[in-house]
Nanobody
Framework: QLQLVESGGGLVQPGGSLRLSCAAS????????VSWYRQAPGKERELVAA????????NYADSVKGRFTISRDNAENTVYLQMNSLKPEDTAVYYC???????????WGQGTQVTVSS
């Protein structure tokens, strides 16, 4: 079964850190561009960070630049999102998304909740 599984979400105080993981099951990440999205209650899903197939260049939403880092370990078939200096406005469900560069086959993870609150 082909799927993405996110983990690492939770409750953290403002200023704290979390690291999210996105593991691929049933396929290898190496040919996929991978992104993290998030969706807060009452808001549209938004792109947070993206990494291409080789992870050489990355893109970030302006709201998270300098605080979040996306990285990938193709050998471990996992993509990470390191989140530092978290703010209450970062509270959302975070989703992993992968799209194959040639076939455009794509997958969404089930989401992991991140809550930033004192």
């Amino acid at each position: 079964q082909l799927q993405l599984v996110e983990s690492g979400g939770g409750l953290v105080q403002p200023g704290g850190s979390l690291r999210l993981s996105c593991a691929a099951s049933g396929f290898t990440f190496s040919g996929y561009a991978v992104s993290w999205y998030r969706q807060a209650p009452g808001k549209e899903r938004e792109l947070v960070a993206a990494t291409p197939t080789r992870g050489i260049s990355t893109n970030y939403a302006d709201s998270v630049k300098g605080r979040f880092t996306i990285s990938r370990d193709n050998a471990e078939n996992t993509v990470y999102l390191q989140m530092n200096s978290l703010k209450p406005e970062d509270t959302a469900v975070y989703y992993c998304y992968a799209i194959e560069r040639f076939t455009k086959a794509d997958y969404w993870g089930q989401g992991t909740q991140v809550t930033v609150s004192s």
